[in-house]
Structures are given as C-alpha cells and as structure tokens.
C-alpha cells in the first residue's frame, strides 16, 4: 500500500484529522436519510477524487464499519495501484462477464472483492479496461450489484470517471444515495463546476457538497492548529512527580511547549542549500583575496629587486623613501600597486 493512504500511513496528521472531519460531516449531512452509498467525481482529470476516496474510504474503516470501495473508473483506474492489489478480475469484468483472457466467464461480485491492508476495508478493482464503460454501467447488472453490496458493507464508497469527460459518473449518480464532486484549489474552473452539478441533477443524482483539494496552507498554520498531533509524551506534571520520588535535589523539569513546530522537508531543503551556498561564497571570497594578496606580494618583492638594482647602480646611494628611487621603471610599478589595491 502506497503511503498516499495518509489517514493509515499517518492518523494523527493534521490531512488524517482532515478527512476525519469531512467523514463526520458527511455522517451529518445525511442523517436524516440513507447514506449507504455514495460516488466521488470530479469535472476533469487530475483533481485528486481517486486519492480522496482511498482516504476517505479508510477514515469510515477505522471507526469500525466494514467498508469497500468501487474503483467505477474503468478508465483510467488507479485504486489498485494506491492499495497495491490486483486489477483483475474486477467491475468490468463482473459486468461484461468476460475474463481477463477475453473469455466468456460469469462471476460473482464477491469473487472480484479483495482484502486491503486497512482493517475492515475491501476493494472492488476496475478490471481489465472495456471499449464501451458507459454500456456497461447502464445494464442491470450495476443494480444488482449496488443491492449486493449494501447486503454486505456499511460503506460503499464509487470512485467514478471525471463526469465532464465521460457519462460514466452521470449514470452512478443516479443509483447511489449522495454524490460528492473534488475539485482543485487554483485548477477547477467555476464554470466546469456548474456543468457538473447541472449535469448530476438533471439525471436524479444527490449532490451533498464539494470538497476543496490542494489548498495552500503553511506547515507552521497546521502546526499551530493541530499541536497535539506532536505532544505523545507524558505531561510536565507527570515528570515533575517522578523526579521528586527519585530526587528531591534534583532541578525542577521546565514546561514544556504546547507543540513543537518541525520544519517541513522542503524548508530543511532550502535551509541546507542557504548554508551551502553562503559556505561556497565565503570560500570563493576567501580565494580571491589569496589571489589579490599573492598578487600584491609578488609586485612587492619585485619591486624591491628594482629598488636594490637602482642602488647598486647609484653605487650604493641611500634612499630615505621609496619615492625618491629614481628609476620610472619602480615608481610606476609602486603605482600600479596601489592602484590595484
């Protein structure tokens, strides 16, 4: 199972806590009628509804009821490969009762279930891509299946087709008890998003809510709402009574912080590539004051050479400064010195 199953691989993520709170709402929002069944879509591709249904199908398995999810995305399924299952035999292949050979062979829906590594949770795979989806799902076999279901599971949770794209999720929405649409933050246009709550209702579907996929929020905004997610150890209390039964010397533990905020690895990232780079312009700094001061030192000691052959030519005549070397030659190699410092 791949770790994008966040409310498994992490429950007290502040995302696990998320969808935490939309599978209570849902609870809510249907309370007063059936909530068996339910389809998550989306207007277009590539809006995350295949990774909201796989977590959303794992937060209704963890309070204890016994949950399957249909991957109706006879597409381009993905479901499979998040809980690392089989594809086949699956959906299309109960519906068209052809094997994954291309056989003719009648199964039945139980035989196409399979087990996830989430307790209590069960996937119904796609099967083998069909050339006609939306003629499938318009049998009754897709009937018979819904009531099989619901025989079985508490929660049966429709991962369909973008319902822009295809009339495959169109056709489920009317079946099932609620459609909930993802759309995504920055990506989804409001116009693709009427479209799709006029298409669902035009055929009968329930349309219950819209849940927003890939807000921007800082890791320090989560940190600060969700802080117990980080506070696991005993409370600053508890240790202050275990050093007094131990020591009466020993020095009073500081309270600790209500959270602790850890840094994101993207943050750590960009802190180490910082650190790298001002080492790098300091060494760089460093070498080119080498080169300038080597520099300075040979035109030095040259220059001293010039000093010492104008002396011996003047036959041993003092100077009481450099300046009053009467070679050009030195004086002008003095000036280029300073001009270069």
Not at 17 to 40: D, H, P, S, W, Y
Not at 165 to 174: A, F, K, P
Not at 323 to 334: T, Y
Request: aromatic share 6%; charged share 35%.
């Amino acid at each position: 199972m791949k770790k994008e199953v966040i409310t498994q691989a992490d429950p007290k993520s502040p995302v696990s806590e998320v969808f935490r709170a939309l599978r209570t709402n849902l609870q809510f929002m249907n309370r007063l009628g059936k909530a068996q069944t339910m389809l998550i879509t989306s207007t277009v591709q590539a809006e995350g509804k295949s990774w909201v249904s796989a977590n959303l199908a794992t937060a209704f398995a963890q309070t204890g009821r016994k949950v399957v999810i249909v991957d109706a995305d006879m597409r381009k399924p993905r479901q499979h490969k998040i809980f690392s299952l089989k594809m086949c035999p699956g959906l299309s292949n109960y519906l068209s009762e052809v094997n994954e050979l291309g056989r003719r062979e009648k199964f039945s829906y139980m035989d196409c279930i399979q087990k996830t590594e989430v307790e209590n949770l069960s996937l119904l795979p796609s099967g083998n891509i069909p050339p006609n989806p939306s003629e499938l799902l318009l049998t009754e076999k897709l009937e018979e299946l819904i009531k099989g279901l619901e025989n079985e599971y508490e929660v049966i949770i429709f991962d369909g087709a973008p319902c822009l794209l295809v009339t495959d999720s169109t056709i489920i929405s009317r079946m099932v008890d609620s459609t909930v649409l993802v759309v995504s933050h920055k990506y989804t246009k409001v116009d693709d998003l009427k479209e799709a709550k006029k298409r669902i209702k035009s055929v009968g579907g329930k349309l219950i809510g819209v849940v927003l996929n890939r807000v921007e929020i800082s890791s320090k905004k989560y940190a600060n709402k969700y802080y117990y997610a980080n506070n696991m150890g005993p409370s600053t209390n508890v240790k202050r009574a275990k050093h007094r039964e131990s020591n009466e010397e020993v020095e009073e533990v500081k309270p600790r912080k209500e959270y602790e905020y850890i840094k994101p690895k993207k943050e750590i990232k960009e802190d180490k590539d910082y650190t790298r780079l001002k080492q790098e312009k300091s060494e760089d700094k460093k070498r080119e004051e080498k080169i300038i001061q080597d520099y300075i030192d040979d035109k030095v000691e040259d220059t001293e050479r010039k000093i010492m052959e104008e002396i011996e030519k003047e036959k041993g005549k003092r100077f009481a400064t450099v300046k009053e070397v009467p070679s050009d030659k030195a004086r002008e190699i003095l000036e280029s010195i300073n001009n270069y410092k």
